[in-house]
């Protein structure tokens, strides 16, 4: 006999199709002369239903938050500017690209039109988010020396590690609809 794995508006993975999503319905397949569902199927809202053996839940799916390993710098050949033409910026024929998965992808990238406008702008900016979980890392020691020992620690150092906190929080706080967003959505 079946059972049900997932429970209804219970974030999930769906590795076939590569996306998270919510599961809107719980259809059980019943076979006469049983007293228990024979299978179980789930209605993501994809266009079709899936089994649980397709689905993760959000917990098992490894969306832990990233503390950075895999972050770093790559360069990208430039389509549509030859090196030549591009002699201002910082690598010709190139543009910086951040990416923030193992696999080489995801992550940060700049269109080709701003990179050129401001390309040592654009170079920070990808050498800042490269160096973001890091330096995440660092307010984070330094709110847990302050708490550890917060009589010890000179204002100056309190007043960072204050700072450092209330950063560390609005990275963890999911914010909320902006209200003529969220109505544009429904």
């Known amino acids: ?51 649980a053996h397709d689905l993760r839940a959000e917990e098992e799916a490894g969306d832990a938050p990233d ?9 990208a050949r430039n389509k549509w500017q030859q090196p ?9 024929g190139t543009f910086p690209i951040v990416v923030t998965d193992p696999s080489d ?16 702008k654009i170079e920070y900016q990808a050498r800042l988010i490269t160096a973001a979980p890091k330096l995440l890392a660092i307010a984070k020691a330094l709110t847990d020396l302050v708490a550890d020992l917060p009589e ?13 906190a209330a ?7 999911i914010p909320a609809a902006v209200e003529g967003v969220a109505a544009a959505a429904e």
């Not at 997932?6 to 076979?31: D, L, Y």
């Not at 992808?105 to 040592?120: F, I, L, N, S």
């Not at 950063?167 to 706080?173: D, H, V, Y």
């Open 1 to 51: 006999m079946a059972k049900a794995q997932f429970h209804r508006n219970q974030k999930v993975w769906v590795a076939s199709v590569g996306t998270w999503a919510v599961i809107e319905r719980i259809v059980p397949i019943w076979a006469k002369g049983f007293d228990e569902p024979v299978r179980v199927t789930y209605d993501v809202g994809l266009g079709r239903e899936f089994m």
């Open 105 to 120: 992808w995801g992550g940060w990238r700049t269109p080709g039109a701003e990179y050129d406008r401001d390309p040592r």
């Open 67 to 75: 503390d950075g390993a895999t972050w770093r710098l790559l360069r």
């Open 152 to 164: 010890d620690a000179p204002p100056p150092v309190q007043a960072l590690a204050q700072r450092a």
């Open 84 to 92: 030549e033409d591009c002699g201002h910026h910082p690598f010709p």
């Open 167 to 173: 950063i560390q929080r609005s990275l963890q706080e």
